[in-house]
């Protein structure tokens, strides 16, 4: 019996010492551009089984290997970079109809899109996403980068204005700040960490995608989702004062200035989106606070906008499936007029 167990010992010790082995030559544990804890999905192919909206299709969602929504094209490649939240991620649309596709396939040139849509972001995190994750790419080196924002971040200064006070840390949801992509809990970023970095979970995901996209006969690796949108409740007759807005004003500027300096610094154009929700939505003041707030800036510092006005796009409450996200309907009619306004920029 002590000789069987000296042998199991030893042969563990084998096997842990290989999975080590392993783990330093495969993993990204040493390398400089490894993602640390950060929750950026990466690898991700998924199928859109049930979609929240009328569809009888089935969808794909897709995060390559950096994390970017859909993107089939080499980095150095990259022409236009698009920022975003949710609306630019767009989780509930398959690939090929997300808003970001349609824009690219408007546009008057053959230029390459990438698109780094975060879900729940707000232009704080926006800010983050360049030391965070976009320099860790030395032939990322965009001509454009577009950013698509103002839902969350009148989601936050409601948020903030409930609490009395301005957060300089992020947006919490769910047990982690999308903002600064982390979760709250010591335990979920240890988790984290080990996913974005071992080897043997990398290979994981390949083998199960590969058996996965072999059931559903798709070209890549892809599994299923119950993924649902960030949703609040509606406040109950809130009003924001002009104090508040004011304190908020600053804070938002602040970080619209920076990601103009990040703009910069890759010696790109920056063009600022406003965002748009149903006529119903109750979320529609809020908003309109916010985009002044951009459109402003946008004067007084002479950055590229595009406002995007729900009577020049024409879109119905009908081609938003929560008031705040858009159907594939939505999404085609939001990219080609974002293209069409882009082309008497940039390209005409």
Excluded at 324 to 346: E, M, R, V, W
């Amino acid at each position: 019996m002590k000789k069987i167990l000296k042998i199991f010992i030893i042969n563990i010790f084998i096997l842990i010492l290989g999975i080590i082995i392993l783990e330093i030559i495969f993993g990204n544990w040493l390398k400089n551009s490894n993602y640390g804890s950060l929750l950026i999905p990466k690898k991700q192919i998924n199928v859109i089984k049930s979609f929240p909206y009328n569809s009888n299709e089935i969808g794909i969602y897709s995060r390559d290997k950096d994390g970017f929504r859909a993107n089939e094209y080499e980095l150095e490649n990259i022409e236009i970079l698009i920022i975003g939240g949710s609306t630019t991620e767009e989780r509930e649309v398959d690939d090929n109809r997300i808003w970001t596709k349609v824009f690219e396939k408007n546009l008057n040139s053959n230029l390459k899109v990438l698109n780094a849509g975060i879900g729940g972001q707000t232009s704080y995190g926006h800010k983050l996403m360049f030391n965070l994750w976009f320099n860790k790419f030395e032939n990322l080196s965009p001509k454009y980068i577009i950013v698509y924002l103002g839902i969350n971040d009148a989601l936050f200064l409601l948020e903030n204005y409930r609490n009395n006070n301005i957060s300089f840390e992020g947006r919490n949801l769910n047990l982690s700040n999308r903002d600064t992509l982390q979760n709250v809990l010591l335990k979920d970023r240890l988790i984290q960490y080990i996913k974005n970095n071992s080897a043997l979970h990398t290979l994981y995901l390949i083998i199960r995608g590969n058996l996965i996209s072999r059931k559903h006969k798709f070209g890549y690796n892809i599994s299923p989702t119950n993924f649902k949108p960030f949703r609040s409740a509606a406040p109950k007759n809130i009003s924001i004062n002009n104090k508040f807005i004011n304190e908020y004003k600053k804070y938002y500027y602040d970080n619209l200035k920076k990601i103009n300096e990040f703009t910069d610094s890759y010696d790109s154009d920056l063009i600022l989106v406003t965002q748009i929700v149903s006529d119903k939505h109750w979320l529609q003041d809020n908003l309109k606070i916010i985009n002044k707030l951009t459109t402003n800036f946008c004067i007084i510092e002479e950055v590229y906008c595009i406002d995007l006005s729900k009577e020049a796009i024409k879109i119905n409450n009908t081609e938003f499936y929560d008031g705040i996200h858009t159907t594939p309907k939505g999404s085609q009619i939001i990219g080609k007029y974002i293209a069409d306004k882009f082309n008497i920029l940039f390209l005409d």
